[in-house]
């Protein structure tokens, strides 16, 4: 495993709770979580659909308000922007083409028009897609449309990447092989990454640590370092068994609780 630093968290969680009232009916979406990240490390957060953790990304982007506890990010001062969200599914703008997409969260920066060109540039070397800077959006394959959505978020340098499920809508192949390019990136930038998926056999390939919520409200269930050095091997015994480990916590957890989970 890559050495993460000792340096204070870059994203502290305390007793974080959400609730929202619809129709005079409240619901809990999470509650009591706690959660530290370290400068450069790689978390993954895992858990079943509806547990919270989408949520748990908007909250850290300040677009849904926590109930109860405090969020507190202490970003390298020398990024330009603490946060950067790679959703689900890519959301290019079809009438602009690859690069002009990687520009977009540039565009209400200091940024000269130069410097944007240069830095949305860079972000595409970075992914492997400078050769496809001038294409649209239709003509890119699914992994590659993934690829520039990253490029984007890349582009404008945050100090810590949120990134939701980003390679659930793909298939095997290409979702391996963009498993292994953020790999490199992450080795290459040193990001701090905050990864949210419902695979724990993904979290555990690509993480440092998993963290898996349970529950309604979501809860924190089950912690699990992955303690297994880079470059790892896909299909690894060591870590087969952090999974098998990490799904025999969830299990017992949610056995306790009279849960239905689904691994």
Request: charged share 30%; glycine share 6%.
């Amino acid at each position: 495993m890559e050495a993460v630093s000792e340096a204070p968290p870059v994203i502290s969680i305390k007793g974080l709770g959400l609730a929202f009232e619809q129709d005079g009916v409240r619901t809990e979406v999470l509650r009591g979580l706690d959660l530290d990240v370290k400068p450069g490390e790689f978390v993954a957060i895992v858990g079943s659909s509806g547990v919270g953790k989408s949520t748990l990304l908007r909250v850290l982007m300040d677009l849904a308000k926590p109930t109860t506890g405090s969020v507190e990010l202490r970003p390298d001062a020398a990024a330009e922007r603490a946060l950067a969200l790679v959703f689900q599914d890519a959301r290019l703008l079809p009438w602009r083409r690859v690069l002009s997409n990687v520009r977009l969260g540039l565009e209400k920066t200091r940024a000269t028009r130069v410097q944007r060109r240069e830095r949305a540039l860079k972000a595409l070397t970075l992914v492997g897609l400078r050769d496809l800077a001038d294409r649209w959006p239709y003509q890119l394959s699914g992994g590659q449309r993934q690829r520039v959505a990253l490029a984007r978020a890349l582009a404008v340098e945050p100090a810590i990447l949120l990134m939701d499920e980003p390679f659930s809508a793909l298939d095997v192949a290409t979702r391996e092989n963009l498993q292994d390019e953020l790999i490199r990136i992450r080795a290459e930038t040193g990001k701090t990454i905050l990864f949210v998926t419902h695979d724990i056999d993904e979290a555990v390939y690509l993480a440092d640590r998993v963290v898996a919520l349970g529950g309604k409200p979501g809860e924190v269930r089950a912690v699990r370092s992955v303690d297994v050095a880079r470059p790892r091997k896909r299909g690894a015994w060591a870590l087969i068994e952090i999974s098998q480990a990490v799904k025999a916590e969830i299990a017992a957890e949610a056995a306790a609780a009279r849960e239905d989970w689904v691994i």
